[in-house]
């Protein structure tokens, strides 16, 4: 053997060992080729045949189009087959007591089912070919907003579902949602209390003209959308800072006091960010179940009604 074909057959055996520790480190890393898949191997091989599912279907309807058919009537049936899956994988996931496999495992199906529906939305819709997600006519337009909507729902679920139970674990104890209201009236009714067992006239007066104007409004009162929705803090701050300035105008008895009540509103505002995050969790569902509800009454209703464009 010469010795440029000793070179060519080490630079063959060299690139044969490359590729093959090459592909065996992409299995392992995605795969975990050799042991138990991790929840990032499941979501990347899912992905993965979002994907694939995606472009098939989107090679299918190309080539009917290129045959002349109504590649339209094949992303129809496929996205209300789509739409119908998740409908009912909505519904399992509130039956737990059925053994049909985990609600984890439900859960990631209904995700995925969602994104692969999202791409044939894309498909079906023929205004989105020019710059427009929303069709034409009260029906098409209708059903087009209402999988938009139940779509981006959905990813915010996902976010939600994701960091709302983490933020509530963060902060300690978790009240039950039905008894927040309980709690509240609770914390007004010691801050009177501890208000009421002042001895001092210059810290009854001074605190009490500040109860009169803030405190009290705050602790009686329900919690506030703005709170609801965004979840801050600028009444407690302020309420905070200004127990504190406070402390020189009391005596000793009343700047203890002061420093309850400003606990006290901390309490509050806790509970109130608690009964927040959990009101959206329950928000979130009972929204996305009531689109999802009127998605497919309308789906099947645009069904019947193409069928009958078709057939005619």
Not at 14 to 34: C, E, H, N
Not at 169 to 184: K, N
Not at 266 to 275: A, C, I, N, V, Y
């Amino acid at each position: 053997m010469s010795v440029a074909e000793r070179r060519r057959s080490a630079s063959s055996r060299r690139w044969q060992q490359f590729r093959t520790d090459a592909v065996s480190k992409f299995r392992r890393r995605v795969f975990g080729t050799g042991r138990a898949w991790s929840f990032r191997r499941r979501r990347i091989a899912s992905l993965i045949v979002v994907a694939i599912a995606i472009v098939l279907t989107a090679w299918i309807s190309q080539s009917l189009h290129a045959a002349l058919y109504r590649s339209s009537v094949m992303t129809g049936w496929t996205l209300l087959s789509s739409i119908l899956i998740l409908f009912a994988i909505g519904i399992r996931r509130r039956i737990p007591i059925l053994p049909l496999g985990t609600m984890s495992t439900w859960t990631q199906v209904h995700i995925f089912t969602g994104l692969f529906a999202c791409g044939v939305f894309v498909m079906h819709v023929p205004a989105i070919a020019t710059g427009r997600l929303i069709a034409d006519g009260w029906l098409e337009g209708t059903l087009s907003v209402l999988f938009i909507g139940v779509s981006l729902s959905g990813f915010y679920g996902i976010l939600a579902s994701r960091r709302l139970p983490a933020r509530l674990t963060a902060m300690g104890s978790q009240p039950r949602y039905d008894q927040i209201d309980w709690h509240r009236e609770q914390l007004a009714a010691r801050a009177t209390q501890r208000l009421d067992s002042l001895t001092s006239v210059d810290s009854q007066r001074v605190l009490g003209e500040f109860d009169d104007q803030y405190l009290r409004r705050y602790l009686e009162s329900p919690l506030s959308w703005s709170h609801r929705l965004f979840a801050h803090s600028f009444r407690r701050r302020r309420l905070v800072i200004g127990l504190n300035e406070l402390h020189r105008y009391l005596e000793d008895d009343g700047k203890e006091v002061a420093d309850e009540l400003a606990g006290l509103v901390r309490r509050r505002d806790e509970l109130d960010t608690q009964h927040a995050l959990q009101w959206r969790l329950r928000a979130w569902v009972a929204v996305h179940a009531v689109m999802s509800l009127g998605l497919v009454a309308l789906a099947i209703m645009h069904t019947i009604h193409a069928l009958q464009f078709v057939e005619s």
